[in-house]
């Protein structure tokens, strides 16, 4: 299996001025996304993705590598608090993650629909 290097890189789709409500659903977006990897439900987590995202990171795919985070990094701790910006058109919110001793961002854009347009996953900021 292919040795995680910190990042998930996926295009951007394309949206338009971010608002406050925006943002706000972009967060629970995300925290639902995470929530079911969490839960080992991949196609959950792949609901919201655009149709860009979903060609290039099928469920099956997303497991590969959301287990490979555990691999590398060990146990799932907590999840601190996201903080929401804007980035181009797109809301994007970042999640620090708590896995064994190391602290990794997820970082989910979403477009002007609600749709997850990118995932990545890096080293904490």
Do not use: N
């Not at 555990?70 to 903080?83: S, V």
Request: glycine fraction near 10%; charged fraction near 20%.
């Amino acid at each position: 299996m292919m040795k995680l290097a910190y990042a998930i890189c996926i295009a951007l789709g394309l949206g338009v001025g971010v608002t406050h409500a925006a943002g706000t659903d972009c967060q629970v977006t995300s925290s639902k996304m995470l929530d079911h990897l969490d839960q080992g439900d991949y196609a959950g987590a792949t609901a919201d993705f655009d149709g860009t995202v979903k060609a290039a990171l099928t469920a099956d795919k997303l497991a590969k590598v959301w287990q490979a985070v555990t691999q590398q990094f060990g146990a799932r701790g907590k999840r601190e608090p996201a903080r929401v910006s804007a980035a181009s058109a797109h809301v994007v919110v970042v999640t620090p993650l708590h896995y064994g001793q190391s602290v990794i961002d997820a970082q989910v854009a979403c477009d002007a629909d609600g749709k997850i347009g990118g995932f990545y996953i890096k080293p904490h900021q």
